[in-house]
């Protein structure tokens, strides 16, 4: 269904031949001591399975949230032959986090291939390139930043519906997000969601730069240059750079696409090409000054970035907001330099009209007096 979600008449038809399959199942109660059914998330509360109501649904149940996956005591006690010359921290970046409310586990197809082919890839994203939730996303206009801590509800996450399926289901349905967090807030219960691990966001944010970039093979190239630059803190070279990035999305996404009057179009590339890169992002980090676009920590320096369109916002106010705002001070105490740096472009243009760059040092400690 979920493959079928763009032909609505296909994957109604899957729909109701599901539940006519689940109708048979609940009259042969009497012939059945046990039934586990998987693969089908929290569908239980929907019209899916309206022929089979008497199921005790444990998705989102504590105590079975380590049931689909491998635990670190796995990787311990039956695995350990296989660990050798493999970092296990690595591994854990790599493929680790899964939760449903309980205990996290790891993906068990992404490590028996990391044991066999002894490399780091996301090997079940390879295997299930979701070219469906790409352009569902991309159509939704979705604001890809976001993704990294959506809040929803129970209901939402339980809800199926063939014309219209909330965005933060499908990807919780699906694998590509999972809950980092529950709130009991009265009769309501808050999920908050993340991705998984750095397999799934460097993956899926890597398919959908390349949707937004409609397949343009410079992105590889451009990718790697914008690693070789942070590497080498060359922020001269940054500027050129970030232009090319919009110079490859056609001029349809610009003119058919409502977001692009927004900063927030701007913010999606940016971080679709840094995140593609699995490196250490948090987007709209929030501080009580209020949000900024995207900080990086990357190579024992810390970098804040904020983005501006100057059609919308006098020049020149990028890294000026960074430094009214003090968006720094939450991470003075990492005593790493710090690198401020504001980005300004005009959406007329389709470049880079504005770049600057201002750096922290760390402060030296002082000696304290015996």
């Known amino acids: 269904m979920l493959d079928n979600l763009t032909q609505p008449n296909r994957a109604r038809e899957m729909h109701d031949g599901l539940g006519n399959l689940y109708s048979v199942i609940k009259g042969a109660d009497a012939d059945l001591r046990f039934a586990f059914l998987t693969g089908v998330s929290t569908f239980s509360k929907v019209s899916l399975f309206s022929g089979l109501n008497n199921l005790n649904d444990i998705t989102l149940d504590e105590r079975y949230s380590a049931i689909c996956g491998y635990t670190e005591a796995d990787l311990d006690a039956i695995f350990a032959p296989e660990l050798a010359d493999l970092d296990r921290e690595q591994i854990r970046t790599w493929y680790h986090g899964y939760n449903w409310t309980g205990e996290s586990v790891y993906n068990p197809f992404d490590l028996l291939l990391l044991f066999q082919k002894r490399r780091f890839r996301p090997w079940w994203f390879d295997t299930t390139t979701p070219t469906f939730l790409v352009d569902l996303l991309t159509e939704r206009q979705t604001f890809i930043p976001r993704l990294e801590h959506l809040i929803t509800s129970e209901r939402l996450l339980s809800a199926f519906d063939v ?58 190239e451009r990718t790697t240059r914008l690693y070789e630059l942070l590497l080498a803190n060359d922020f001269a070279g940054l500027p050129a750079l970030f232009t090319a990035f919009f110079a490859s999305i056609p001029s349809d996404g610009f003119r058919n696409n409502p977001i692009a009057r927004f900063e927030g179009y701007y913010a999606n590339v940016f971080y679709a090409y840094f995140a593609s890169l699995g490196l250490d992002l948090t987007p709209e980090a929030s501080s009580n000054a209020g949000r900024l676009d995207l900080a990086l920590r990357f190579n024992g320096q810390i970098y804040l970035f904020e983005f501006k369109v100057v059609e919308l916002e006098p020049e020149g106010r990028a890294l000026q907001q960074i430094k009214d705002r003090g968006y720094a001070d939450p991470h003075r105490a990492a005593g790493q330099p710090i690198h401020l740096i504001g980005v300004e472009f005009s959406r007329e243009q389709r470049r880079v009209v504005g770049f600057e760059v201002e750096t922290l040092e760390p402060q030296a400690k002082k000696l304290k007096r015996k």
Not at 164 to 176: D, K, P, R, S, V
Not at 179 to 194: K, M, S, T
């Open 163 to 220: 014309d219209h399926i909330a965005t933060e289901a499908l990807l919780f349905q699906t694998g590509y997000l999972t809950i980092a967090a529950v709130r009991q807030l009265g009769a309501f219960v808050q999920y908050q969601l993340r991705y998984p691990n750095l397999a799934v966001r460097a993956s899926l944010t890597g398919a959908l730069l390349d949707q937004l970039s409609a397949g343009s093979p410079a992105v590889a």
